[in-house]
């Protein structure tokens, strides 16, 4: 494998720029500070992340992810050992489309108007649910997509667990399946820990709620209120909210019932939505 090479800021903005903001949809997944809002201090941290965008040359999957595991901890993403290694022992390679560069740090296009978010998005988003995910603990994941991080989370929690993916598009979850399937978490979805769902997931998937754990992978106007209701007292809910502007939402309720929210960084997804609207773009 080759040594991975840092992209200077400017070269990886201008890279961000057109990846992401393509003329017709926007397929994110990122901090949107790696290209907006370069002023706000709040996103020093993950600016500086951004501005020292990770790219590896090399494919080959275990020395790909372990070197984007290290660069992701390297640049403050990581800090935690859980997170490290879950996304260490999920190959990320399994879950692009062939072709791919599964381990740099960006967005993939997936088909169907979606994104396999970068793994920096991931990584963030689990250090933010990694409380959440213990031994035993339950998790839903909205906008399951390929499958990636609804994987890494029933990893986390482990047969024991209770981990539900949920996305609207089937040829999407019949994908997730199968990447599950050739993936190290494949016996806890035939254990039944795990199981992936067609369905709206702005309707959570109350089957096996409440859940410690709600990640949103799709950005909502609102927060769907099933969402909020299938949500454990004690539980976090991670969502991006808004739609061309957006932040990420940390939203925990407490044990009372009562609800406390934070905005951890700005980012860029596609929208929570319905299906029609979602195929016939946005
Ligand atoms: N976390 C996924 C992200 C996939 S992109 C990954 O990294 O692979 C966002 C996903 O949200 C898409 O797969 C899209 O189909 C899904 N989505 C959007 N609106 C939805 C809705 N109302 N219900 C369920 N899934 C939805």
Same mark, same amino acid.
């Not at 494998?1 to 393509?22: D, F, S, W």
């Not at 997944?29 to 370069?38: A, D, E, K, T, V």
């Not at 596609?270 to 946005?282: A, H, I, K, M, Y």
């Given at each position: 494998?080759? !040594?991975?090479?840092?992209?200077?800021?400017?070269?990886?903005?201008?890279?961000?720029?057109?990846?992401?903001?393509?003329p017709? /949809?926007?397929?994110?997944?990122?901090?949107?500070?790696?290209?907006?809002?370069?002023?706000?201090?709040?996103?020093?941290?993950?600016?500086?992340?951004?501005?020292?965008?990770?790219?590896?040359?090399?494919g080959?999957?275990?020395?790909?992810?372990? %070197? $984007?595991?290290?660069?992701?901890?390297?640049?403050? +993403?990581?800090?935690?050992? /859980?997170?490290?290694?879950? $996304?260490? @022992?999920?190959?990320?390679?399994?879950?692009?489309? !062939?072709?791919?560069?599964?381990?740099?740090?960006?967005?993939?296009? #997936? &088909?169907?108007n979606?994104?396999?978010?970068?793994?920096?998005?991931?990584?963030?988003?689990?250090?933010?649910?990694?409380?959440?995910?213990?031994?035993?603990?339950?998790?839903?994941?909205?906008?399951?997509?390929?499958?990636?991080?609804? &994987?890494?989370?029933?990893?986390? +929690?482990? !047969?024991?667990?209770? +981990?539900?993916? +949920?996305?609207?598009?089937?040829?999407?979850?019949?994908?997730?399946?199968?990447? #599950?399937?050739?993936?190290?978490? !494949?016996?806890?979805?035939?254990?039944?820990?795990?199981?992936?769902?067609?369905? @709206?997931?702005?309707?959570?998937?109350?089957?096996?709620?409440?859940?410690?754990? #709600?990640?949103?992978?799709?950005?909502?106007?609102? #927060?769907?209120?099933?969402?909020?209701?299938?949500?454990?007292? &004690?539980?976090?809910?991670?969502?991006?909210?808004?739609?061309?502007?957006q @932040?990420?939402?940390?939203? @925990?309720?407490?044990?009372?019932?009562?609800?406390?929210?934070?905005?951890? %960084?700005?980012?860029?997804y596609?929208?929570?939505?319905? /299906?029609?609207?979602?195929? &016939?773009?946005?």
């Open positions: 494998m080759r !040594a991975p090479v840092l992209i200077c800021p400017t070269i990886t903005l201008r890279a961000y720029g057109r990846l992401c903001c393509a017709r /949809r926007l397929h994110c997944h990122g901090s949107s500070s790696q290209f907006l809002n370069l002023n706000l201090s709040r996103f020093s941290r993950r600016l500086l992340t951004s501005f020292f965008h990770m790219e590896f040359q090399s080959a999957g275990s020395s790909g992810k372990k %070197t $984007m595991v290290e660069n992701l901890k390297r640049y403050g +993403v990581i800090s935690s050992k /859980r997170v490290a290694q879950v $996304m260490e @022992d999920l190959d990320r390679g399994l879950f692009v489309p !062939a072709g791919s560069s599964a381990y740099v740090d960006t967005p993939v296009p #997936i &088909g169907y979606a994104t396999i978010s970068a793994p920096h998005m991931h990584a963030t988003c689990l250090q933010l649910l990694e409380d959440k995910l213990q031994p035993g603990m339950r998790a839903l994941d909205v906008g399951s997509g390929t499958g990636y991080l609804t &994987g890494c989370f029933a990893l986390m +929690v482990g !047969a024991e667990g209770r +981990v539900v993916g +949920v996305d609207h598009i089937p040829e999407l979850v019949d994908m997730s399946i199968k990447n #599950i399937e050739k993936s190290v978490a !494949a016996s806890l979805l035939k254990k039944g820990s795990l199981s992936l769902h067609v369905g @709206d997931g702005r309707k959570g998937w109350q089957e096996f709620g409440p859940y410690d754990a #709600i990640h949103v992978g799709a950005a909502a106007s609102e #927060i769907p209120q099933p969402l909020l209701d299938q949500l454990k007292p &004690g539980g976090r809910m991670v969502i991006p909210l808004g739609t061309y502007f @932040d990420l939402k940390v939203i @925990d309720k407490s044990e009372d019932g009562s609800i406390k929210a934070h905005t951890e %960084t700005s980012v860029r596609v929208p929570l939505t319905s /299906r029609d609207e979602q195929l &016939g773009g946005f």
